[in-house]
């Protein structure tokens, strides 16, 4: 058996980085880049209008005057309009937001800016404008001021949310490099386990752990494939590990303690997995098994043996899995693992005397410091008490009491309330 921080460590240097690939951009939202996106347009690609208005020359706004300037409209321009008219002294533009600024003009006024109702002069008609507050190059957007031809807008490491990759459309790439979506295999072993939709009879569950940690891949960005349910039968077994091999990541619940019918570890032994570590001090979560698949050309499959009590898989999955695919999918390092705050207890609980011990809380920020509330929990089959929560308290071993005021580690898997 070996500590947390052990177990962990062993993770990080067998994790790499997936190879990147090639992929249409919209595929890649959520990736991480890996290779630079350079555009191939300046941005805007052209003098461009920030308000609907009047496209003038500054010239004419030189003299303040109460009354205002009067210029002859010479062309109304909305957007995707492009005119090959001149804009001279004494005349202007009527044009929208968006548009391509004329030749000689060098300013928008704002439409609300008109006086004596020639707001809506358009076209071969006059407008008379307010001169107080002009500035030359008001309200347009000089070409290229945003970006240029040639220059790299997303650069390596680049996470693609929507944003970017709306940068990355405007820039002109259809496609990037950055690296893929990490395919993880779940399978879940038990022969009392049922379908999801199927109504357990006596000696039957329904099967939670596939969903839950289907779940918890698809909240990293991953790809979830189902492999389903195996009987506690040593063919069943491995037929369904065999197929979750070809995936980057298998993740198997149920069947790694040391029960007659906990198979798991020997059918990974004959399907040729090597094993890294089994067993963990901690609870809940001991019996968790870690192991390696090496392929011929290809980047080894990571295999992990979670507990097949629901709430021992689920933080077996957060400590140990979750670094793993993120270290796969190329995410930086401070996304490896859910981060960790000290917390004010707003409840007595007690520490397990053998090894860290992990129990649900409910956290609220406050003015004074983050709070955490224990939960009642019956143990690590109950996932009422850990659906409710918003994080993990983190209890070293040696059977001390904590109570209320007392300060305590807690890890944090959702947003905290703010009080």
Known sequence: MIEISAAIALIEQTATPLPP??????????????????????????????????????????????????????????????????????????????????????????????????????????????????????????????????????????????????????????????APRVRVAILSTGSELVAPEALPALGQTRCSNGTMLAAAVRLLGAEPI???????????????????????????????????????????????????????????GKPVWFGMLKRAHEAPTLVFGLPGNPASSLVCFELFVRPAIQILAGSPRQQWHLPRQRARLMGPVKAAPDRPVYLPCRLLRSARALEATPLQWTGSSDLLGLAGAGGLLALPAGGDRYDVGDEVDVVLWAAVECA
């Open 21 to 178: 690939r090639r992929m249409p951009l919209l595929d890649a939202c959520g990736r991480v880049l890996a290779a630079p996106v350079v555009s191939d347009v300046d941005s805007p690609p052209w003098d461009r209008a920030m308000m609907d208005g009047f496209a003038v020359q500054a010239i004419d706004f030189q003299a303040k005057s109460s009354a205002g300037v009067a210029l002859d409209v010479l062309v109304d321009l909305a957007a995707g309009t492009v005119s090959t008219m001149t804009i001279q002294s004494g005349c202007c533009a009527r044009i929208m937001t968006g548009a391509a600024i004329p030749t000689g003009a060098d300013a928008v006024v704002p439409i609300e800016w008109a006086l004596n109702n020639t707001a809506d002069a358009h076209a071969g008609g006059k407008v008379c404008l307010s001169t107080e507050k002009f500035r030359t190059g008001q309200h347009l957007a000089k070409q290229g001021t945003a970006f240029r031809c040639g220059q790299e807008v997303l650069s390596v490491g680049t996470t693609l949310g929507s944003a970017a990759i709306g940068l990355a459309t405007e820039a002109g790439a259809t496609h990037v490099v950055a």
């Open 226 to 284: 189902p492999l389903g349910i195996a009987s506690d039968r040593p063919e069943a077994i491995r037929a369904l590990v065999a197929q979750g091999l070809a995936a980057d990541v298998l993740v198997l619940s149920g069947g790694v303690s040391a029960g007659d019918l906990d198979l798991v570890p020997e059918i990974f032994q004959r399907c040729g997995i090597e094993k890294i570590f089994h067993k963990v001090r901690l609870k809940p």
